[in-house]
């Protein structure tokens, strides 16, 4: 939730030609605050009707910052809406319910291709879902086109919520959420402190980690269950630290999600090579350094070592989704969102 990543891909859906320009817009913040009070309440949210007004409204005001983000980099591009063949755009989640066949992400497809006069492919996940499948995640056949050569490996995405996929030498591809990412921590430090986010894991450094409530935390039932398997952001909290100082909350919370996504090696049918980290939680040397330790005898290294754009990875894979989308081409598979059959998926809407 602190802003929007764009970035420029060059594909037919299979293989990737070239990368282009990336840019990052950040919210304003009166539109974080909105966005995180609907996350917060989204579990509550009816997702089989209307939307309320207020989410409507955010939705909108959400769709007209991707517009604007796009328009920042085709310019930054020297570029045209008529260079461009399409848009992928996620959207944010609100809730996601796979288990009710149910899962929300606002943002308008329709609104975004009248404001760039540039086809958009959204809605994503809701035909996955509605297969009885998890929706979620769906990166992972872009992670296996960027980790071509490189298996067995593991790519570990740290956003919100962490999520991986795992490679195998046989051609395997396996994906799941692994836990928590940096949405109980981010959640902490700015009920804690005011900031919303722990630079450079500043406060993190300065605790000591509560090993009792990181044990039970690791019990919970969700690990114990085979992939493919997925997370509301809000199914693991920052309230599991409640009783704690500042800097033991943000200690606890950040060694609890390396060592959920360390637990990820127990659903791999071998063991990777190489884990190659992207995602913001990258930036973080002490959750990094944690999931080093819980990972010991792996090799862990970010993506930019792999070659890779780090902060972009995601912003392409919805581009890559995107043409996939408009080609038929599936989206997800029985090992990475648990549908019956490989399955495409999204909805263009066209420019006008």
């Known amino acids: 939730m602190d802003g929007i990543d764009a970035a420029i891909l ?10 282009g320009a990336t840019a990052f817009a950040t919210y304003e913040d009166g539109l974080r605050t909105r966005l995180r009070g609907a996350v917060e309440a989204g579990l509550a949210l009816r997702l089989d009707g209307p939307l309320p007004r207020e989410i409507a409204d955010l939705e909108r005001d959400l769709t007209r910052s991707h517009g604007q983000a796009v328009e920042a980099l085709l310019n930054a591009a020297g570029l045209r809406a008529g260079d461009i063949a399409v848009i992928g755009f996620h959207g944010q989640t609100l809730a996601h319910r796979p288990e009710r066949r149910s899962t929300l992400q606002i943002g308008s497809g329709p609104q975004l291709a009248q404001m760039t006069g540039i086809d958009v492919v959204s809605d994503f ?30 790519v570990l995405n740290i956003g919100g919520v962490a999520n991986v996929t795992f490679v195998g030498g046989d051609g395997t591809l396996i994906a799941f959420d692994s836990g928590p990412g940096n949405g109980p921590i981010d959640d902490w430090l700015l009920r804690s402190t005011g900031q919303p986010i722990d630079q450079d894991g500043k406060l993190a450094q300065t605790g000591r980690v509560h090993e009792d409530i990181v044990a039970a935390q690791l019990l919970h039932p969700y690990f114990a269950r085979p992939a493919p398997k997925s997370l509301d952001r809000m199914d693991f909290t920052a309230d599991m630290a409640r009783n704690l100082s500042a800097a033991d909350g943000a200690a606890t919370l950040t060694a609890f999600s390396a060592r ?5 090696l127990e659903q791999f049918p071998e063991a990777p090579r190489d884990w190659i980290v992207c995602g913001g939680g990258r930036h973080n040397p002490v959750l990094m350094a944690a999931l080093r330790s819980a990972l010991q005898g792996s090799n862990v290294t970010m993506a930019e070592e792999a070659g890779w754009r780090g902060d972009f990875i995601e912003a392409e894979a919805f581009a890559y989704l995107a043409v996939r989308s408009l080609r038929g081409l599936p989206l997800s598979f029985p090992k990475t969102t648990g549908v019956p059959r490989p399955m495409t998926g999204g909805a263009l809407s066209a420019r006008r």
């Not at 996955?128 to 067995?152: E, F, K, M, N, T």
């Open 260 to 264: 959920a996504a360390a637990k990820a």
């Open 10 to 19: 060059e594909t037919d859906g299979e293989t990737v030609t070239a990368f």
């Open 125 to 154: 996940r809701a035909a996955d879902v509605r297969a009885g499948g998890q929706g979620a995640p769906l990166a992972s056949v872009y992670h296996q086109v960027l980790a071509r050569g490189r298996s067995p490996v593991a």
